[in-house]
Every structure is written in C-alpha cells, then in structure tokens.
C-alpha cells in the first residue's frame, strides 16, 4: 500500500460531515484472559475509507525479522491471538522484569477495575510519563495476564527508555457505558498528579498512549476537557487504532448505546480536534477496515482544522501484532513513538 493522495480541503470538510459507519470486528487484547472481546455488531453499509488529505509515513518494515514478517503475512487480518502471541513470547524470557522497579495493582479510583502497574528505571531520577490504556472491544482486555509477558511489555519498554510506565485497567461495558471511560481518565490523572512522582515520574510529563478502545477512551477524554474549557494537561497523546468519530449507526453500541440520536453529544471528533494536546495516531497493514476509515476521519479533521498530526501506517503488521511487537527487535511502531515523547518531552 502507498501513501494515500491528497484530496482538496472541501472534500476533507465533505467526508468529516458524512456519517461514520463501518462494520465493527472483534477486538481482543491479550492472550490470556478466557472471556472474549464483544463482537461489534454489522452496519447495513459497506465501510468507506476516505482519502487522507495529508502525507503518511510509513514504517520500517525491515526491522521486522524476516521469519517474523512472513508469519504475519500467513496470519492476516484476523484475530489469532494464540498464533501471534507466540511470535513475540520468547522475547521476554522468565525474570525480563527483575532490572526495573515494579508496584502492581494501585488503585487510582473507586472502582474494582480502577488499578494501575508502574514501572521505572531504577535510578531515582524524575522521568516523563508514558500511561498505556489496553484494548478490548470496551468490554475485555487486561494490563497484564498470568503467563504473558502481554501487556507488561509496554511499559516493560518504556521503562528501558529511561521513562516511567503506566498500565491501567478500567470499568468494562455493558456494565459501566459512556462516560464511564471518561470518569476512570479524569481519576487517573488526578491520581498521576498526586502520586506518579513518588514512582519516579514527573507529573508535568504525561503521555497518554491507546491501542484500539483505550484510544477511544483517551479520545474521549480530550474531547471532554475541550467541553469543559480545561487544558488536557498531558504532553501529547499517542493513538494506536483506535476509533474516535461517532455518526448514523451505532459504532460499539456496548459502551455508546445503540440510540444515534445521543451520538452527537458523545461523538469525540468535534472536540479532540481543538486539544491543546500534540496528537500521534497509527494503524496497521492487516487492520480491519474500521480502524483505516477512523484513521482517515481523525487525520482529515486535524487538516480542516490546520491542526498537525504524527502518523504512521504499520507495514506488515496487524491489530494484535502491532502492541505485540513492543519491547523487541521489531522498533516500527516503538521507534516513531519514542521521537514522539522526545520531542513533546523536550517542548514542555
């Protein structure tokens, strides 16, 4: 695939004002938790993916072992956890954690699911913040699992970068809909501001980094605090396929419910544009069709606006191997991360 032509700024206004609708795939986020993602139901059209209307980088695909490439190529498109876990796995051999500081299961709200791992560099010095919110179809997911280095491997890397690393869980859907997310991020960063630098982190470095519904969540949040007139108070936000625009059809009615009419008061799009929050948004080759059409929305949103964007389009890689990927050889999705939370780093 190459990179998408540039259509003009009145097409880009013209596809942000049709409605997002698209078929919606199971999402799941680790391998080892038994219950599976919520399946997302059909829409009665075809997804359309418009035109991007700015320059998207590529990756590195050739810091992809070449074994490693040609098994995901094998692998495609669909789901297969197992499969693509095991590619990953022997890159995190029993004790990979041992040179790092570690706190599990922090609480930064009042919910069950309000827990958190840090992680950081043992060195006793304030580092900037990178917080990971997993994926799950809104409704599964986990920050880390028994028997899986998946997804300790997030921040087990950033911690390796010399930066202090956040896992969260937060409150499933159908139990806990819009704005829970909401909700469980304003505690979060009420927590961060409290408490992250007795962890070694600097509270007035934060990233936000989603892969699939933690994107949306974070979406969500920026978008809630351009509402309220507040500044996001995080240094830049990075966004892994993930969905961010709501239209006619409902787009995962679990957690954003089924009536569209209540769409335009969730829909995050209209708000996350005007974030004072630098913005990093990637998506994968073997990526379902969804997640190409809300890159494509999001990224012609910033360009009507005049609002920049970091991009990446993950050659050769899927929805599961993209994060998978995080802590080993393969730095093309981590390389561009990090010169992201570099520069946002050295701005602040």
Known sequence: MTKYSVTTCALAAALLLAACSGKKEEV?????PPAAAPTARPAAAPIVIPAVTME???SNVASIPAEVADKLKAIGAKNDIAGT??????????????????????H???????ILDVMAPKDGAKHPVIV???????????????????????????????????????????????PAGIEDMNNLMSWLKANVAQYGGDPNQLFFWGKS????????YLADR??????SEISGAIFTSGSYALGDTPLWANYYGDDVSQYPERNALPNLVKTDAPLMATYAEFDGDQYKQQFALLANALTAAGKPLDTLYLLNHSHMSETYAVGTDDDSLTGPVLDFVTRHSAAK
């Open 28 to 32: 799941a986020a680790t391998p080892a």
């Open 56 to 58: 998207v980088k590529q």
């Open 85 to 106: 876990a095991a590619l990953y796995t022997p890159s995190f051999p029993e004790g990979y954690l041992s040179k790092l500081n570690v706190t599990r299961d922090v």
């Open 108 to 114: 930064y709200g009042p919910a069950e699911r309000n």
């Open 132 to 178: 990971f919110v997993h994926g799950g179809g809104f409704g599964a997911g986990n920050k880390s699992a028994a028997n899986s280095p998946f997804y300790d491997n997030i921040p087990y890397w950033i911690a390796t970068k010399g930066l202090v690393g956040v896992n969260i869980n937060y409150r499933y859907a159908p139990a806990s809909k819009w």
């Open 213 to 220: 519904t933690g994107s949306s969540h974070i979406a969500d």
């Open 226 to 231: 351009v509402k309220q007139g507040k500044p």
